[in-house]
């Protein structure tokens, strides 16, 4: 009797725990503002406990990360000193360049772009799976961070803030698979859309399969869209031309390492 | 007593969530998958039985939406399912034994990655068949690599003797 009463109350429990889910997934569908309250208030209140089981987990991470830069140290050193040469043939090139445009600055009167302000932030936490790739950094609302802005680190853009709570942020990388940012290539200035997908490809999309493009094209950040415009964002790593496509399907690789990144720059706007 | 365990076994699943968030997630980057809040609620179905581990599984599962999820209440409603998967693997004529444990922490992950596929699938996400075969390959194995690791702590945080935890004394519990 007592073994009955015991299943009936688990199938009880079951099937409120699955009513009352199915009331929870369709509210975060439909973006409530109360799940956003409770979500916020959950991020802070384990913001302080996260952030000490980080620092405790932390010298691990570092460990894996250096394990995997041994393992890819001599392909590294190849590229390196591929890129060097290639910079160095670019560097008297640019000093003119600068000079230059320096010379018709000050004859135009033009300003030079001034920098933006940053909020420095430590990754706390991840998420990664299929269908996301976000990170949770240990500033919020408190510290000025708000919804939209953008994440950098030395490398280029990370990501962008989806989520603020008063002390601390999630945040979007650009390889998740809803990430939408406004790019332009620094090359022929023309701009496209950067979008990540669910095997962590960043794929450059509307660019016209008129357009030349190149494998080595640097991509940027646009000014029309919610970043700063010129935020380094990746090189293009492949060029597809599909017959019948008016788009050119183009993959690029990031700057930053997503793997590694223990401290960021949030940009105020 | 019973109740100290329950609040004992429930700490440690706030810890494991915590590990998830900050270790487990990151090491995802690298195709090592492991799902250690699965496991600790697999554990706690065969140690403190089906009540136990469904309501577990939803509050580790709300916690983890809320900090990390795209989502809100998925996880939550997949770890209540998986709880009372396990439940019913056992009580089908599952012995409590660890090759039996390993074979139901496989057969449960199998399943948490098809149900989540099917939900996603379901609410509009595209699947990449590729990441899921993978996945369905090396989670798995990596999620029993990880059970010879919980199931001890939630054995002896059980104040449970060896004998019974190898034994059927339990199975009335469920």
Redesign the interface.
């Known amino acids: 009797m007592v073994?009955l009463n015991?299943r009936f109350?688990?199938y009880i429990?079951?099937a409120i725990?699955?009513v009352?889910?199915?009331?929870?997934?369709t509210?975060?569908?439909k973006e409530s503002d109360f799940?956003k309250n409770?979500?916020t208030r959950?991020?802070d209140f384990?913001k302080p406990?996260?952030e000490k089981?980080?620092s405790f987990?932390s010298p691990?991470?570092r460990f894996?990360n250096s394990i995997?830069d041994y393992i890819n140290l001599r392909q590294k050193y190849l590229d390196l000193q591929e890129e060097n040469s290639l910079l160095r043939q670019k560097y008297s090139e640019d000093i003119n360049i600068k000079v230059e445009n320096d010379s018709l600055r000050k004859l135009l009167g033009v300003k030079l772009r001034e920098d933006y302000e940053t909020i420095t932030a430590r990754v706390?936490?991840?998420?990664?799976?299929?269908?996301?790739s976000?990170i949770?950094l240990n500033a919020g609302k408190s510290d000025g961070v708000l919804e939209g802005m953008g994440v950098i680190n030395e490398d280029g853009l990370i990501g962008v803030v989806i989520l603020a709570g008063n002390n601390s942020c999630?945040v979007r990388i650009i390889d998740d698979?809803?990430s939408n940012i406004g790019v332009r290539i620094l090359s022929s200035r023309k701009l496209g859309i950067i979008q990540g997908s669910?095997?962590r490809k960043v794929t450059l999309n509307y660019i016209s399969s008129e357009e030349s493009v190149f494998k080595g094209d640097i991509i940027i950040t646009s000014e029309y869209g919610n970043l700063p415009g010129e935020i380094l964002i990746g090189r293009v790593s492949k060029v597809n031309e599909n017959p019948g496509d008016p788009y050119k399907t183009i993959e690029v690789e990031p700057f930053a390492d997503?793997?590694k990144i223990e401290y960021v720059l949030i940009i105020k706007q | 007593m019973k109740i100290f365990y329950k609040f004992l076994h429930f700490f440690i699943l706030i810890i494991c969530l915590l590990l998830q968030i900050v270790f487990f997630e990151y090491i995802k980057t690298f195709s090592i998958n492991f799902d250690l809040v699965m496991v600790v609620i697999i554990a706690v179905v065969i140690f403190d039985g089906t009540f136990w581990g469904i309501l577990f599984g939803f509050a580790a599962g709300m916690m983890l939406d809320l900090l990390i999820g795209d989502i809100i209440g998925v996880s939550a409603l997949i770890y209540s399912l998986n709880a009372f998967i396990v439940s019913k693997l056992i009580t089908s004529g599952f012995k409590l034994k660890y090759l039996t444990y390993s074979f139901i922490v496989f057969l449960v992950t199998e399943i948490n990655i098809i149900i989540v596929s099917l939900i996603r699938y379901l609410f509009n996400f595209s699947s990449n068949w590729m990441q899921m075969g993978l996945e369905l390959t090396t989670k798995p194995v990596l999620n029993i690599v990880l059970m010879f690791i919980i199931f001890p702590v939630i054995s002896i945080s059980s104040g449970m003797a060896r004998e019974t935890e190898f034994g059927f004394k339990y199975k009335n519990k469920i």
Do not use: M
């Open positions: 073994t015991r109350r688990n429990v079951l725990i699955i009352l889910c199915l009331i929870i997934i509210a975060s569908f799940i409770i979500k959950t991020v384990f406990i996260q089981f980080h987990i691990f991470t894996i995997r706390i936490g991840y998420s990664e799976s299929k269908w996301q976000e949770i999630n698979p809803r669910q095997d997503f793997k």
